[in-house]
C-alpha cells in the first residue's frame, strides 16, 4: 500500500500496543504536518513562553531562547516519529529492546505521569476558557473538557488525524488576526528589545523549559505515525514532524512571551488573552478563547489515547493482554478520570506549577531520549524483531540492564545541574548562578554510556530472528485483531 493511500480502517479503533500489519496501513505522510501544528498551536503552549519574560529576562532574549530551544528540541523528537512506520508499534512499547519488558515499566510510569500532568493543565486551561467566555464554573467545565476528549480517544487514530486538520486551518483564521492584531495594537516595555540586556539565567530557563516541552512529546509520536505504510522514508516523515511541531510551538510560545511583556505583572493567562483579543475589536478575546479551548480538547485526547497505550503496556508486562475495544474503553476512562480528578483539585498557582512540571518532564526524559534514539539509529539501526517484544522470555529479556544504567546513570550526573525554582537548585546550577544546563550533560553521557555498554549486543542475530518470524507476525496481527 502507498503512503498516499486513503484510510482503511473505519469506526472505533480496536489496535491499541500490538503491531499494526502491513494491510491496515493507510493515511498520508503529510497529516503528520498538522497534527504536530495544532498539538502544539495551542494556550499550553503559550504559557511556555512566559518563563523568560517572568524571570526577569528582556523580550528579545526570551525569543531568542524560545527558538533555540524549540529547534534543540523538535529535533529530537521528530527522530522518534520515523519509528512508528517501520515497526508499526506505538512509541513507549518500544523501550522493551533498550530497557527490557519489565525494565521499561520505569519510562512507562513517568510517561503516564506526564500524560495526566499535561491533561490536568490543558483541563484548567480549557474550563477557565469556556467559563470565562460562557459562564457556568470552572469544575463543570472541565468536566465537559474531559467526557469531549474521551469520545475523541475512544474513536481514535483516525478521527484525532482529521480533527487536528480540520483545527489547523481554523487555527490559520483565528490565529492569523489574533497574531498580527498583538503585534500592531500592543505595546511594549522600554529595553524590552535591548541585545545588551541579556542574563544567563531567565535565557537558560526560557530554553529549558522550551526544549524539555518539545522533547516530552517523544512519547507520543510514534503512536500517531505507526499506521502508516513502512515505504515512506525516515528523512520525510522526521521534516513533516519537525517543521510541524517547531512551527506551532514557536508561534504560540513567541505569543506567549508577546503577551507577558505587555501585561507585565498583571499577566494571567486567560485574562490576557481576553484583553489582548478585545484591543483588536471587541469581542474578539472571547472569539479565540472559544476557539482555544477545541485545542485544548484535541490535546487533552492526545494525552488520553498515549496514555492509555502506555497503561495498557504496563498491565502487560505483568499479565498478557489481548488488544480489545474493551481494553482501550477500561484504560481511556481510567486515565481521563485521574486526569478530571487532578483538574479539580489543583491550585490556582497555574504558571508557577507548570514551570516545574515542565522541566521535571525534561529531567526524566532527557536519559531516555538518549537511549532510545541511540538503540535505534546507531546501536540496531531500526532493526528489531517486533514478535520478540511481546515475548516476556524474548531475546530482549525481562531486564534491559544496558539501558537501565544508561538512564539511570545519565540522570545521576544531571542532578548538581537541576534548577527547579524553589523546589531544588544544585551546586553546579548555584555555581552557575541558577543557570540550568542539565540537557546538555544528560543527553551525552546516557547516549554514549548506552553505546559502550551495547558493544556486545548481536543485532545480526536479531536481524536474522525478525526475518524468520515477519510473516507469522503479520499472521498474528490479523488473528488478534477483533471481528
Same mark, same amino acid.
Given at each position: 500500500?502507498?503512503?498516499?493511500?486513503?484510510?482503511?480502517?473505519?469506526?472505533?479503533?480496536?489496535?491499541?500496543?500490538?503491531?499494526?500489519?502491513?494491510?491496515?496501513?493507510? @493515511?498520508?505522510?503529510?497529516?503528520?504536518?498538522?497534527?504536530?501544528?495544532?498539538?502544539?498551536?495551542?494556550?499550553?503552549?503559550?504559557?511556555?513562553? *512566559?518563563?523568560?519574560?517572568?524571570?526577569?529576562?528582556?523580550?528579545?532574549?526570551?525569543?531568542?531562547? /524560545?527558538?533555540?530551544?524549540?529547534?534543540?528540541?523538535?529535533?529530537?523528537?521528530?527522530?522518534?516519529?520515523?519509528?512508528?512506520?517501520?515497526?508499526?508499534?506505538?512509541?513507549?512499547?518500544?523501550?522493551?529492546?533498550?530497557?527490557?519488558?519489565?525494565?521499561?515499566?520505569?519510562?512507562? *510510569?513517568?510517561?503516564?505521569?506526564?500524560?495526566?500532568?499535561?491533561?490536568?493543565?490543558?483541563?484548567?486551561?480549557?474550563?477557565?476558557?469556556?467559563?470565562?467566555?460562557?459562564? %457556568?464554573? =470552572?469544575?463543570?467545565?472541565?468536566?465537559?473538557?474531559?467526557?469531549?476528549? *474521551?469520545?475523541? &480517544?475512544?474513536? !481514535?487514530?483516525?478521527? /484525532?488525524?482529521?480533527?487536528?486538520?480540520?483545527?489547523?486551518?481554523?487555527?490559520?483564521?483565528?490565529?492569523?488576526?489574533?497574531?498580527? +492584531?498583538? #503585534?500592531?495594537?500592543?505595546?511594549?516595555?522600554?529595553?524590552?528589545?535591548?541585545?545588551?540586556?541579556?542574563?544567563?539565567?531567565?535565557? #537558560?530557563?526560557?530554553?529549558?523549559? =522550551? &526544549? @524539555?516541552?518539545?522533547?516530552?512529546?517523544?512519547?507520543?509520536?510514534?503512536?500517531?505515525?505507526?499506521? *502508516?505504510?513502512?515505504?515512506?522514508? =525516515?528523512?520525510?516523515?522526521?521534516?513533516?514532524?519537525?517543521?510541524?511541531?517547531?512551527? @506551532?510551538?514557536?508561534? #504560540?510560545?513567541?505569543?506567549?512571551?508577546?503577551?507577558?511583556?505587555?501585561? %507585565?505583572?498583571?499577566?494571567?493567562?486567560?485574562?490576557?488573552?481576553?484583553?489582548?483579543?478585545?484591543?483588536?475589536?471587541?469581542?474578539?478575546? &472571547?472569539?479565540?478563547?472559544?476557539?482555544?479551548?477545541?485545542?485544548?480538547?484535541?490535546?487533552?485526547?492526545?494525552?488520553?489515547?498515549?496514555?492509555?497505550?502506555?497503561?495498557?503496556? +504496563?498491565?502487560?508486562?505483568?499479565?498478557?493482554?489481548?488488544?480489545?475495544?474493551?481494553?482501550?474503553?477500561?484504560?481511556? +476512562?481510567?486515565?481521563?478520570?485521574?486526569?478530571?480528578?487532578?483538574?479539580?483539585?489543583?491550585?490556582?498557582?497555574?504558571?508557577?506549577?507548570?514551570?516545574?512540571?515542565?522541566?521535571?518532564?525534561?529531567?526524566?526524559?532527557?536519559?531516555?531520549?538518549?537511549?532510545?534514539?541511540?538503540?535505534?539509529?546507531?546501536?540496531?539501526?531500526?532493526?528489531?524483531? =517486533?514478535?520478540? /517484544?511481546?515475548?516476556?522470555?524474548?531475546?530482549?529479556?525481562?531486564?534491559?540492564?544496558? %539501558?537501565?544504567?544508561?538512564?539511570?546513570? !545519565?540522570?545521576?550526573?544531571?542532578?548538581?545541574?537541576?534548577?527547579?525554582?524553589?523546589?531544588?537548585?544544585?551546586?553546579?546550577?548555584?555555581?552557575?548562578?541558577?543557570?540550568?544546563?542539565?540537557?546538555?550533560?544528560?543527553?551525552?553521557?546516557?547516549?554514549?554510556?548506552?553505546?559502550?555498554?551495547?558493544?556486545?549486543?548481536?543485532?545480526?542475530?536479531?536481524?536474522?530472528?525478525?526475518?524468520?518470524?515477519?510473516?507469522?507476525?503479520?499472521?498474528? &496481527?490479523?488473528?488478534?485483531?477483533?471481528?
Amino acid at each position: 500500500m502507498s503512503a498516499s493511500a486513503e484510510p482503511g480502517v473505519s469506526g472505533l479503533e480496536v489496535r491499541s500496543i500490538d503491531y499494526v500489519p502491513l494491510d491496515e496501513r493507510h @493515511g498520508k505522510l503529510w497529516h503528520l504536518g498538522p497534527l504536530w501544528f495544532m498539538s502544539n498551536a495551542q494556550i499550553a503552549t503559550l504559557a511556555v513562553g *512566559l518563563i523568560g519574560v517572568t524571570e526577569g529576562g528582556n523580550l528579545v532574549w526570551s525569543l531568542l531562547a /524560545i527558538v533555540a530551544g524549540t529547534v534543540t528540541g523538535t529535533f529530537f523528537m521528530a527522530f522518534h516519529s520515523a519509528q512508528g512506520p517501520q515497526l508499526g508499534l506505538p512509541q513507549m512499547i518500544q523501550s522493551r529492546p533498550q530497557f527490557g519488558y519489565l525494565g521499561a515499566l520505569l519510562v512507562w *510510569l513517568f510517561a503516564y505521569v506526564q500524560y495526566a500532568g499535561f491533561n490536568v493543565f490543558n483541563s484548567i486551561l480549557a474550563a477557565d476558557a469556556l467559563h470565562r467566555t460562557l459562564h %457556568g464554573g =470552572v469544575k463543570p467545565w472541565a468536566a465537559v473538557v474531559t467526557v469531549a476528549a *474521551l469520545v475523541v &480517544a475512544l474513536v !481514535g487514530y483516525d478521527v /484525532i488525524h482529521k480533527a487536528e486538520r480540520f483545527l489547523t486551518y481554523a487555527f490559520l483564521v483565528v490565529f492569523g488576526v489574533f497574531t498580527v +492584531g498583538v #503585534l500592531v495594537t500592543l505595546h511594549y516595555p522600554a529595553g524590552s528589545f535591548d541585545l545588551g540586556a541579556f542574563r544567563w539565567t531567565p535565557f #537558560l530557563a526560557q530554553f529549558g523549559v =522550551v &526544549a @524539555g516541552y518539545q522533547i516530552s512529546w517523544a512519547i507520543y509520536v510514534s503512536d500517531y505515525s505507526r499506521y *502508516l505504510p513502512p515505504d515512506v522514508t =525516515v528523512r520525510r516523515t522526521f521534516y513533516w514532524t519537525y517543521f510541524g511541531s517547531a512551527l @506551532g510551538g514557536i508561534w #504560540l510560545m513567541v505569543l506567549g512571551a508577546l503577551l507577558a511583556a505587555w501585561a %507585565g505583572g498583571n499577566f494571567e493567562t486567560i485574562t490576557s488573552i481576553d484583553a489582548a483579543g478585545d484591543e483588536v475589536f471587541a469581542g474578539f478575546g &472571547a472569539i479565540v478563547l472559544l476557539f482555544a479551548s477545541l485545542g485544548l480538547v484535541s490535546v487533552t485526547a492526545l494525552n488520553m489515547y498515549g496514555g492509555s497505550l502506555t497503561l495498557i503496556s +504496563g498491565i502487560d508486562s505483568f499479565r498478557r493482554v489481548r488488544p480489545a475495544l474493551g481494553v482501550r474503553l477500561l484504560t481511556l +476512562g481510567l486515565t481521563a478520570a485521574l486526569s478530571l480528578a487532578g483538574a479539580l483539585a489543583a491550585t490556582s498557582d497555574f504558571l508557577k506549577d507548570f514551570n516545574d512540571f515542565l522541566l521535571l518532564v525534561l529531567y526524566l526524559f532527557i536519559p531516555w531520549t538518549a537511549v532510545n534514539l541511540m538503540d535505534y539509529y546507531v546501536v540496531r539501526r531500526g532493526h528489531y524483531a =517486533v514478535a520478540e /517484544i511481546f515475548d516476556p522470555h524474548g531475546v530482549y529479556g525481562r531486564w534491559g540492564w544496558h %539501558g537501565i544504567i544508561a538512564y539511570l546513570g !545519565g540522570f545521576a550526573v544531571m542532578i548538581p545541574f537541576f534548577s527547579v525554582g524553589t523546589l531544588y537548585t544544585g551546586p553546579a546550577a548555584k555555581a552557575l548562578g541558577g543557570a540550568d544546563i542539565s540537557l546538555f550533560v544528560g543527553l551525552p553521557v546516557s547516549a554514549l554510556l548506552y553505546w559502550c555498554l551495547t558493544r556486545s549486543v548481536d543485532v545480526a542475530a536479531e536481524t536474522r530472528l525478525a526475518e524468520a518470524g515477519a510473516a507469522a507476525l503479520e499472521r498474528a &496481527a490479523h488473528e488478534h485483531r477483533e471481528p
